[in-house]
């Protein structure tokens, strides 16, 4: 505890003289630190961040940069589609959350130049404080433990809650993993927070961020190591085994058997869920997207929900005229609710949004907002592979990735991660000269 006592006090006294010489890392750290936390902190972070930027503009100078008009823009179009919503309501107490696609870009336009060693040291203090989340929630789930004996709160939500969100922590973790396997040297805290966050990864049970991690993992390691053709060889196969042997621990295993026997043979029983006498049944991929009718105790597995909700969108897309305005910001539930009547499922997925956020953009905007959706990645990667700023890769990567399994826009915290980390990767990549107040 002593030894972990004295690092905290060298961060704090080390973010605190960094402070004196850039005042605004604090405030962008500070924003990042509080994404796992309540919306509240998460809000007044971000409050602090908007406040100390309309102080610095007094000082500064204001610099256009193309590519953080794009969040402005599905902002701006977020805005516009209150106009025709299809659920007024719905849209409007929505449309706050949206503020950071707004906000943060403009910080980004107002505040001084962030050097990349700057950069570099927005991302350290992200990356320490993630490891603290990481010893929180993992005590906690001890304690938890020692009170029911519950194995289940070592795993996927009920490791950090459902509202905070297993899959959403997955991608910061991975972030922070990231910045401490391309840190040239390593201490022996480096180390045991490589250690920490990669065991916290895996019980987080995010079947689609785990292979996005390893894949990731490999392909640095293989760029940066130079070895033979052989040793390589023999280095992946250690690695796959290693890979292999995390998914077989208990839960984990369960979540990545599921989707495999479920699309190997059809009506396989989900005993996680049923009983011997109440029986559910998985429905695989290829009944999710052909299937007219389904019964109340089928269960789609995570492929398969998200292959349904395909269908539902071009479904949607063929029977209303939303492909130029969508429904409206957060206006689809109405619509998913008659698809599920439609179509017989049990009714808690009328609770569940597409789970893909290019459908999301594309049935709440239109097809601008899916275009511009669309350039913010495409730029984002094409931005990571110029400068070859590998943790810039990885943060592509994952939202490419992520996108297509969860609506990571439709939360307040996926809004303000995604735009605080594209900005930040971004901000002083077009070499524009600054425009004087």
């Not at 589609?81 to 409007?92: K, Y």
Request: hydrophobic share 50%.
């Amino acid at each position: 505890m002593e030894h972990t006592y004295n690092y905290l006090k060298t961060v704090c006294q080390n973010l605190k003289q960094e402070n004196k010489s850039s005042p605004s890392l604090i405030f962008i750290v500070l924003v990042l630190w509080c994404i796992p936390l309540s919306y509240a902190f998460n809000s007044m972070a971000l409050v602090a961040l908007v406040g100390f930027s309309l102080y610095s503009y007094k000082k500064a100078t204001f610099s256009v940069n193309p590519y953080l008009l794009l969040p402005i823009g599905l902002f701006v179009l977020m805005s516009l589609s209150l106009l025709w919503t299809n659920d007024i309501s719905a849209s409007i107490r929505a449309w706050p959350k949206g503020l950071p696609l707004l906000l943060i870009p403009i910080c980004f336009g107002i505040l001084p130049k962030l050097t990349e060693d700057h950069k570099q040291k927005v991302l350290r203090y992200f990356s320490y404080g993630i490891v603290l989340f990481t010893l929180f929630y993992m005590l906690k789930a001890l304690l938890r433990f020692a009170m029911t004996h519950e194995q289940g709160v070592f795993f996927y939500h009920e490791l950090v809650t459902e509202d905070v969100n297993a899959i959403h922590v997955s991608v910061y973790v991975v972030m922070a993993l990231f910045f401490f396997v391309t840190k040239p040297l390593h201490t022996v805290y480096d180390k045991t927070s490589m250690v920490l966050l990669t065991v916290f990864l895996i019980l987080l049970s995010s079947k689609n961020i785990i292979i996005i991690f390893f894949v990731l993992a490999a392909a640095y390691y293989f760029m940066v190591y130079k070895t033979t053709l052989t040793s390589r060889m023999l280095q992946l196969v250690g690695f796959l085994l290693v890979l292999l042997i995390m998914a077989s621990i208990g839960k984990i295993r369960d979540r990545f058997l599921i989707e495999f026997q479920s699309n190997t043979s059809e009506n396989t029983i989900n005993y996680e869920i049923g009983t011997i006498t109440n029986k559910v049944y998985n429905v695989s991929v290829a009944k999710a997207w052909t299937q007219d009718k389904f019964n109340q105790n089928d269960f789609f597995p995570g492929t398969a929900f998200r292959v349904y909700q395909l269908r539902i969108f071009i479904e949607m897309l063929q029977e209303d005229p939303i492909f130029f305005t969508g429904y409206g910001l957060n206006a689809t539930d109405f619509k998913i609710i008659q698809k599920r009547i439609q179509h017989q499922l049990y009714g808690g997925y009328e609770k569940k949004n597409f789970h893909n956020e290019y459908i999301q953009i594309f049935a709440e905007l239109g097809i601008f907002g899916f275009v511009i959706l669309v350039l913010m990645l495409f730029f984002n990667i094409k931005n990571a592979l110029k400068t070859k700023d590998f943790m810039h890769i990885s943060f592509a990567v994952l939202m490419i990735s992520l996108f297509l399994t969860e609506s990571f826009l439709s939360r307040q915290r996926g809004l303000v991660f995604f735009s605080m980390l594209y900005c930040l990767f971004n901000a002083q990549i077009w070499n524009v000269a600054p425009t004087t107040k």
